[in-house]
């Protein structure tokens, strides 16, 4: 069974995506119809959503339109890598919402895009931890030089399930 961990839908009518303007190459919608017609040419049987970094204010609703998709008859859709900013005083709440929803599987927070120190944060790093024994992963995207923050973060939970 091929099974594709890293799938990219964009849909410009349902949520916002402010950093689309200034990566011309994709800036446009980027279907599930579309891709289940070439993931089966290719032999893919399933499919993980990986999110887009769509606006904060869409950050559920991404998960609940990728999820409206895994419904539809013969659907690819196996699960979800929703977004998520730990950063943020509301996270614990967020958190306990997706742990309900068996269609979420983990979560990222995309680190390349704001300010090193982000990670280092107080809050981020106690609700990283709050991942810890909730089988949910925890996904880094990181430059090359914030390789050791990572590591540092790791280091700090060592119960959650980093990729």
């Known amino acids: 069974m091929i099974f594709d961990t890293h799938l990219h839908l964009i849909d410009q ?13 994709l800036n446009r ?30 950050i559920e609703a991404e998960t609940s339109h990728v999820k409206a998709l895994s419904q539809q008859k013969d659907s690819l859709l196996r699960g979800a890598i929703a977004s998520c900013r730990p950063e943020e005083p509301g996270f614990a709440a967020y ?10 599987k983990g979560f990222r927070r995309v680190l390349h ?15 990283i931890k709050r991942l810890a024994g909730t089988k949910l992963t925890f996904d880094l995207v990181v430059l090359p030089h914030q390789i050791p923050k990572a590591i540092a973060l ?9 990729v």
């Open 113 to 127: 895009v704001v300010p090193d120190e982000l990670s280092e944060g107080a809050l981020f790093r106690e609700n």
């Open 154 to 162: 790791a280091d700090l939970a060592p119960d959650v399930q980093f």
């Open 29 to 58: 919608d980027f279907s599930y119809d579309e891709y289940a017609v070439q993931a089966r040419r290719a032999g893919i049987e399933g499919a993980l959503h990986m999110e887009v970094d769509v606006d904060p204010a869409d």
């Open 13 to 25: 009518s349902a949520l916002r995506y402010p950093w689309l303007s200034g990566v011309p190459a």
């Open 95 to 104: 958190l306990e919402r997706q742990r309900a929803d068996p269609f979420v």
